[in-house]
């Protein structure tokens, strides 16, 4: 065993020992699986949300995208920041209506809103959809980083199997507090050898910043700035409103902000998390600097950049922490994942069905479905194909098309009605799958715009075939029926007969 | 001094306007690209801004939980 591969090894303990010390002292309900009992402080709260920030994608894609596109990667920079300054505003009534009526999932939210079970069920399988994917990224991930930082010791397949079966595990005993406690482990890290890496080596192969970029402009002119043709300031700008909004639609992130303690916390976070984003910054350097040092990757295999130029910079033990922190971005997203994919399929399809059902027997179905949801997502991992990457790719697009439906819900905005939230939803997806999967841009759909405008992000298109949709189903549903139904429930109080939780604590744990 | 929130538009201005106007390499500020460096001042400004309006927000005494 070489010292790179004992640095992985401890990462993988360090996640299962702290995963299971983190149920220590608890039993373990319903609300402490899903949500921890609502109790987390600002720190715990900001590791969650930092949780959803810093996956492989950030790690291998990050420095690959720098890497590969230069500029446009500056879009991960942005969207990151926006979304934070929305949450300011946005969170703190999500939050403040799930504590009163005692929510687990980002489905329940739309069920209680819109009193509708139908429209949980559609929100979750949406969310599932893109879950899925998105945790198959983690364990491909984490097959790569593995192989790469083990010196192809380990398989990628055995990786991917233990990986899952570690994250299985915590999950399964300690919910949602699994993943805050490995992520303190993986912010840590993370931080520390991103930071490393992206000041060493400019200094190292170039002596510095400046003279690093002025090394690639000779190279590449212009490859650190936008290009005018393809990924332009029109597209990033798109794109980055887009990811914006949709940022908070991840049904793991939403259901993350059920955790925090207050609403205070979730203001103090707003402040801090776009510091926090800079790490990319340096995720970044250190992809700018892989390209005159390890030139000619391309395709899938950008997303090597940070690892083969590491190997060819450090001894084994080195490379074995920054492999070490590269497990721990995979686990913590990845068991975040699977405690938000398995609540959605207890709590919104399950109960939708079995609506006596205890929460009892609500959690023991959650917890059972963790290894079925992680086996799927060894299948698709090691099978690979095509499908898989084409969800990938939508997965983003999907999840945000449930911000409209939110966002109006919010205010007094009770001219929504219930049939509304589901046409808009289910469109806007029909419509991204559809544009995705044929390739369609925004310049053969609209051929007579302007050259640059023609760069627009296509899911502009799917976000406002939603919002038509939702607008003239919800007017005319209530053009039928004007008396009979009440629409978005803005009260709080639902009339259906949605399963009361037995307990009326408000603060469960403080 | 709920005005003050509409500080929080500004980073919008300058991260989704902005890198129209400030699409370049040069000049470089810390070594990096002009428009790396207007993304990274902005995210240290929004997260001021942000610190600002958090000071300001009467929400923040009412429910001090």
Known sequence: ????????????????????????????????????????????????????????????????????????AYYILCYGTLAYVLSYFMLPPIWRYARDNRLYSQSDFFVRKYDSPTLGVVVSLVGIVALIPYLVLQFKGLGIIVQTAGYGAISSTLAVWIGAAVATAYVMVSGVRGSAWTAVAKDTMILVVVVFLGLYFPLRYYGGLGPMFAAIEAAKPGFTVLPAHGENAWWFSSTVLLTALGFYMWPHTFGSIY?????????????????????????????????????????????????????????????????????????????????????????????????????????????????????????????????????????????????????????????????????????????????????????????????????????????????VTLSVVSVGASLLVPMQRPLADVSGASSRAWPRRRTDRFWPES | MRTIRALALLPFLALLVGPFFVNRVTPAIFGMPFLLAWIVAWIVITAAIMAVIFRFDPANREDAQ
């Not at chain 1, 959803?52 to 950030?58: K, L, P, R």
């Not at chain 1, 030139?295 to 910079?313: I, Q």
């Open chain 1, 1 to 72: 065993m070489n010292g790179a591969l004992i640095g992985i090894a401890a990462a993988a303990l360090l996640a299962l020992g702290l995963g299971f010390l983190a149920r220590r002292g608890r039993n373990i309900g319903l609300e402490q699986w899903t949500v921890a009992g609502r109790s987390f402080g600002a720190p715990l709260v900001f590791l969650l949300m930092a949780g959803e920030i810093y996956t492989t994608f950030t790690f291998l894609g990050g420095s690959g995208f720098a890497y590969g596109k230069g500029g446009p």
């Open chain 1, 259 to 467: 955790t925090a303690r207050g609403t205070r916390v979730i203001r103090q976070n707003a402040i801090v998390l776009p510091i926090y984003q800079l790490i990319l910054l340096f995720v970044f350097l250190a992809g700018f600097a892989a390209i005159l040092q390890v030139p000619g990757l391309s395709g899938v295999d950008v997303d090597l950049a940070l690892f083969k130029l590491s190997t060819k910079s450090f001894d084994p033990w080195v490379v074995g922490v920054i492999g070490a922190a590269g497990v721990l971005t995979a686990l913590v997203p990845g068991s975040m994942i699977l405690t938000t994919a398995a609540t959605l399929i207890a709590q919104n399809l399950y109960r939708a069905v079995d609506r006596s059902a205890s929460d009892e027997r609500v959690l023991r179905i959650a917890k059972l479905s963790v290894p079925v949801i992680a086996l799927v997502a060894v299948y698709f991992t090691l099978a690979g194909g095509q499908t898989i990457v084409a969800l990938l790719l939508m997965g983003y697009s999907f999840v945000t098309q449930l911000f409209p439906s939110l966002v109006l819900s919010l205010g007094g905005g009770k001219w929504v009605a219930r049939e509304g939230a589901i046409a808009g939803i289910v469109v806007g997806v029909a419509t991204v799958a559809a544009v995705s999967l044929t390739h369609t841009t925004v310049a053969t759909l609209v051929p007579s715009l302007p050259a640059g405008i023609k760069e627009l992000n296509v899911g502009i298109v799917a976000l406002a075939v939603n919002f």
